[in-house]
């Protein structure tokens, strides 16, 4: 028999999570074979025939209790699984707190990239701090199918992120380059998050993401507004307040939402302290009907 599978769908600055519950292992026999997290999104994900979200994230215990409380699974639509994700963290980061799953008000999330801290923060923000970035690189140049040469800069916030700088995010057709460049073979063979960032000043970006896994736009991405603050600190030398962990960069997204980001930048160019503050919302809680439930976990046919 399928067990009852409660969830929560909760809103990063309109990146959509599904978040269930799977610390006492009652999942793990269905997850437990190679496509069996997979179908799981595949099934949940998609927003006619599922609930509709930009990924599933399972709480599960964590592999050292002292270190964090809680480990995250991040599963993307498609069904394959990330590293970490920042808006999805945020949300976690509400999800677990809201449940009284931690005694304090800071909650430690086990991820594959490292431990990710978040707390709530004021007015309706969750604070997340994520582990350092890695790989940072400036200037790197391909050519699209088309002919079209493009000059961006790379780094791997947890998954990797390309930063393409633009004069007007609006005038992006984001589907079409998007997708051009996160097949690129320069990224292959796991591709790459493609964010179209445009500067509106110091400390100010407008930013458009083109996300691997979703395979499309989405509303907000929070690691790809991270590395896009992060670019462009190092490119454009913006004024101390910002690289000192300080001042906030405020990053607009597609959702019209700002994301704040706050990092420290050392001598070198090194990057450490990286938090990120999300606008998180409920958006309901449910129960999946058994007919869905029995799909997502192992039975019926799954929507591509």
């Given at each position: 028999?399928?067990?009852?599978?409660?969830?929560?769908?909760?809103?990063?600055?309109?990146?959509?999570?599904?978040?269930?519950?799977?610390?006492?292992?009652?999942?793990?026999?269905?997850?437990?074979?190679?496509?069996?997290?997979?179908?799981?999104?595949?099934?949940?994900?998609?927003?006619?025939?599922?609930?509709?979200?930009?990924?599933?994230?399972?709480?599960?215990?964590?592999?050292?209790?002292?270190?964090?409380?809680?480990?995250?699974?991040?599963?993307?639509?498609?069904?394959?699984?990330?590293?970490?994700?920042?808006?999805g963290s945020a949300c976690f980061t509400r999800w677990v707190i809201r449940n009284r799953?931690?005694?304090?008000?800071?909650?430690?999330?086990?991820?594959?990239?490292?431990?990710?801290?978040?707390?709530?923060?004021?007015?309706?923000?969750?604070?997340?701090?994520?582990?350092?970035?890695?790989?940072?690189?400036?200037?790197?140049?391909?050519?699209?199918?088309?002919?079209?040469?493009?000059?961006?800069?790379?780094?791997?916030?947890?998954?990797?992120?390309?930063?393409?700088?633009?004069?007007?995010?609006?005038?992006?057709?984001?589907?079409?380059?998007?997708?051009?460049?996160?097949?690129?073979?320069?990224?292959?063979?796991?591709?790459?998050?493609?964010?179209?960032?445009?500067?509106?000043?110091?400390?100010?970006?407008?930013?458009?993401?083109?996300?691997?896994?979703?395979?499309?736009?989405?509303?907000?991405?929070?690691?790809?507004?991270?590395?896009?603050?992060?670019?462009?600190?190092?490119?454009?030398?913006?004024?101390?307040?910002?690289?000192?962990?300080?001042?906030?960069?405020?990053?607009?997204?597609?959702?019209?939402?700002?994301?704040?980001?706050?990092?420290?930048?050392?001598?070198?160019?090194?990057?450490?302290?990286?938090?990120?503050?999300?606008?998180?919302?409920?958006?309901?809680?449910?129960?999946?009907?058994?007919?869905?439930?029995?799909?997502?976990?192992?039975?019926?046919?799954?929507?591509?």
């Amino acid at each position: 028999m399928t067990p009852p599978i409660d969830f929560a769908k909760l809103s990063g600055s309109g990146n959509d999570f599904i978040c269930i519950d799977n610390r006492d292992g009652r999942l793990d026999e269905a997850l437990f074979p190679p496509d069996g997290a997979s179908r799981l999104a595949r099934t949940l994900c998609p927003r006619g025939p599922g609930v509709g979200a930009d990924g599933v994230i399972l709480a599960v215990q964590p592999t050292d209790a002292s270190a964090a409380d809680v480990r995250a699974r991040f599963l993307e639509p498609d069904g394959s699984e990330a590293e970490l994700c920042g808006n999805g963290s945020a949300c976690f980061t509400r999800w677990v707190i809201r449940n009284r799953w931690v005694r304090g008000k800071e909650v430690r999330i086990e991820t594959p990239s490292g431990v990710a801290r978040g707390r709530e923060a004021s007015d309706g923000y969750v604070h997340v701090c994520v582990p350092e970035p890695h790989d940072l690189q400036t200037d790197i140049e391909i050519a699209t199918p088309d002919g079209t040469r493009w000059t961006m800069d790379f780094a791997v916030t947890g998954v990797p992120h390309a930063v393409v700088f633009v004069d007007d995010v609006e005038a992006v057709d984001v589907a079409r380059w998007g997708a051009a460049i996160r097949h690129h073979e320069r990224f292959a063979p796991r591709g790459v998050n493609v964010n179209f960032t445009q500067v509106l000043g110091p400390g100010r970006l407008a930013v458009r993401t083109f996300e691997f896994g979703v395979e499309g736009e989405t509303l907000a991405c929070g690691t790809g507004s991270v590395t896009a603050t992060l670019m462009a600190a190092r490119r454009f030398g913006w004024p101390a307040d910002y690289l000192c962990a300080g001042e906030a960069v405020h990053v607009r997204v597609r959702s019209g939402d700002d994301l704040k980001v706050h990092f420290l930048m050392v001598e070198g160019g090194i990057i450490e302290k990286v938090c990120l503050e999300s606008r998180v919302r409920f958006v309901y809680t449910g129960r999946l009907h058994p007919d869905l439930a029995a799909r997502a976990l192992g039975g019926g046919d799954v929507q591509h």
